[in-house]
């Protein structure tokens, strides 16, 4: 078997592994070593062989990548997880007090952890807004 059909085969095999991997790194490897695989037909010596390798992943991961994710990424702005709770309506099921750090709400059928964003007690069964996230606490207001 020639020597420039295995790097062709690595390089569909990185490929494939890009499937199960986030960020789109390995693909440009295996397109690289695509690449690399027509100097190794010709007969190049290793250092071409390596050279071309090198400077195929540098423009890849450079320039082709970051063009790639800025097509594939929303600019929309879209909240997710913990984020999208902003905004949201809630209901205070312990005591918030804001002096002692301590309260829990419930948003979504989900109970998180709160502190009030003024210094006024929340009082249960209260129907609060959340405002902002503070670490993995909700930081929330009076409607």
Do not use: H
Request: aromatic share 8%; net charge positive; hydrophobic share 55%.
């Amino acid at each position: 078997m020639n020597l420039w059909w295995v790097f062709v085969t690595v390089g569909i095999l990185l490929m494939a592994m890009e499937v199960i991997t986030p960020g789109f790194i390995i693909m440009w490897f295996g397109l690289a070593t695509i690449v690399a695989a027509i100097p190794v037909y010709f007969g190049a010596s290793t250092s071409v062989v390596l050279i071309t390798f090198a400077v195929t992943l540098l423009i890849l991961t450079v320039f082709v990548r970051r063009i790639f994710t800025n097509r594939l990424t929303s600019k929309r702005g879209v909240n997710t997880n913990a984020a999208s709770l902003i905004g949201q309506q809630a209901v205070v099921v312990e005591t918030i007090d804001p002096v002692k750090a301590t309260g829990k709400v419930r948003v979504r059928k989900e109970v998180w952890s709160a502190t009030a964003k003024g210094t006024e007690t929340l009082a249960v069964d209260q129907i609060v807004t959340v405002k902002a996230l503070d670490g993995v606490k909700l930081l929330v207001a009076k409607e």
